[in-house]
Nanobody, 123 residues
Framework: QVQLVESGGGLVQAGGSLRLSCTAS????????MGWFRQGPGKEREFVAR???????TYADSVKGRFTISRDNAMNTAYLQMNSLKPEDTAVYYC?????????????????WGQGTQVTVSS
C-alpha cells in the first residue's frame, strides 16, 4: 500500500521559514515526479511546485524565489523549503506523487496524495 506522509507544518510569523517533508512508502518514487499543492480556507487546491525524476523544477508564480522543492531519492522523500512566508501562504499543504517521470501543475496528473499538513502564517 502506497503512503505519502507529510510533516513539518506549523505556526510561523510572517517572514519566517518552514521546511515540509514528504516521505513515501510502499513503492519507490525515484523515477516519478513529485509535487506540492495547497488549499487555503474557502479556496480550491492549487499548485505550488513540482520536481521531475531528473530534478527539473517548476513553481507557481506566487512562490517563485521564496520556496524550493527538492528530493532525496535514497530516502524516498521530497521537501519544500519555504522562506519569507506571508499570511497568504496559510493553507493545508499536500504532497503528491505521479506514476510517471514527469507531471505538471494539474492535480489529476498525480496518482498518490498525502493527508496534508497545516501551515499557518501570522501577520
Amino acid at each position: 500500500q502506497v503512503q505519502l506522509v507529510e510533516s513539518g507544518g506549523g505556526l510561523v510569523q510572517a517572514g519566517g521559514s518552514l521546511r515540509l517533508s514528504c516521505t513515501a512508502s510502499g513503492r519507490t518514487f525515484s523515477r516519478s515526479a513529485m509535487g506540492w499543492f495547497r488549499q487555503g480556507p474557502g479556496k480550491e487546491r492549487e499548485f505550488v511546485a513540482r520536481i521531475s525524476w531528473s530534478g527539473s523544477t517548476t513553481y507557481a508564480d506566487s512562490v517563485k524565489g521564496r520556496f524550493t522543492i527538492s528530493r532525496d531519492n535514497a530516502m524516498n522523500t521530497a521537501y519544500l523549503q519555504m522562506n519569507s512566508l506571508k499570511p497568504e501562504d496559510t493553507a493545508v499543504y499536500y504532497c503528491a506523487a505521479a506514476r510517471w517521470p514527469t507531471a505538471g501543475r494539474i492535480p489529476n496528473e498525480y496518482d498518490y496524495w498525502g493527508q496534508g499538513t497545516q501551515v499557518t502564517v501570522s501577520s
